[in-house]
């Protein structure tokens, strides 16, 4: 059994990330910003019991990553895989705004937590992290993220927090090099979510997470600061 923290857990992929990891017998340590509007969640926990422990979760407020670890902290003094997964399209979460209508507090709010607050969660959890076996952090990044493959207009903020997070985990690789802990970026594919909504995704979630869970049991130290992609393929930055 691993211990296994997944940010942004109620819905989605880090839901889909919850189940399986579950289904192949880890314990998880799941945050979310609404754990209590999750029926599906509450539907996992009635399942699997003390193998799931949910908890408020805001990854882009210091205080809340703080109450985290300490929750986290009162049921184990390691964690094997840190996914941080929570992420939004957008500032406000909605609309993806164009050139010309573009607003510097969503922006921000969108680096923020998709690019800061992973590196803040990877700080904060860098002590237990230490002491798992095998230790894997993996930040879910984006296609979207690469510059080298981006050749179309607009979302800004997006890809710019993906690249940003991309960056991170390449700086992150050689910071822990010496720690044992592999580093990540992890591309989940084109995949049918909230998030994806208003897109003609063709991935359902069990599909990328079974693909993304392979390739996280399958890293080696070498992997650290590579961005691959639910099949395992390497992306260009």
Known sequence: MRDVIITGGSRGLGLEFTKQFL???HRIFTGSR????SKELDHVKNEYGENLKIYQLDVSREESRHE???RVLEKTNKIDILIN???IISGDEKSILLFGELNQELLSKILLVNSIS?????EK???LLKRGKEPVIVNITSSNGSI???KQKGKYGYCSSKAALNMITKILSYELKDTGIVVIA??????????TANEDAPMLPNESISGMIKVIKSLKMEDSGKFLDWEGKELPW
């Open 34 to 37: 609404f754990p209590k509007n």
């Open 118 to 122: 992973p590196l803040m969660m990877t």
């Open 125 to 127: 959890f860098f002590p």
């Open 186 to 195: 992890l591309h989940p594919g084109w995949v049918k979510t909230s998030m």
């Open 23 to 25: 289904k192949n017998g």
């Open 85 to 87: 997964n929570a992420g």
């Open 68 to 70: 985290f670890y300490l």
């Open 148 to 150: 080298a493959l981006r």
